[in-house]
């Protein structure tokens, strides 16, 4: 009975705005608290940085704070990121992933691949 109360309760909180406010909120924070680890960084070192106080960063990494587009892009290049903003329709269910962009590979290789992606082609081609 309690796990069907508790279900009623969340779709329920799903109707309301603020349910997905504080999920945007925690989202962010989620995600910039996984930066900031990767970053090495201390908090005071991040509030340094910002100008701020090692206590609003903790509130930040809380979700306990009611961001601005400006607070949200300081705060992620701070940690060495960018913030991306993304709609969709709510019946889309949305999953981003990151692709990590290399140095350019030298002209050789690169050569490589177009031969072996042309005799692909041709494969196919004849096949059909």
Do not use: C
């Amino acid at each position: 009975m309690a796990l069907k109360s508790f279900k009623k309760l969340l779709a329920d909180a799903k109707q309301r705005d603020s349910y997905w406010v504080e999920k945007a909120k925690l989202d962010f924070s989620v995600a910039l608290n996984r930066l900031f680890e990767k970053s090495g960084m201390s908090q005071k070192a991040l509030a340094e940085k910002l100008g701020t106080s090692p206590a609003y960063i903790t509130k930040v990494f809380r979700g306990d704070v009611n961001f601005t587009i400006e607070t949200m892009t300081k705060l992620t290049r701070a940690v060495d990121g960018q913030l991306h903003i993304h709609i969709a329709p709510k019946q889309l269910k949305s999953h981003w992933f990151d692709v990590l962009q290399t140095q350019e590979q030298p002209e050789e290789i690169g050569n490589e691949w177009k031969i072996a992606g042309k005799k692909t082609n041709d494969r196919i081609s004849t096949a059909a």
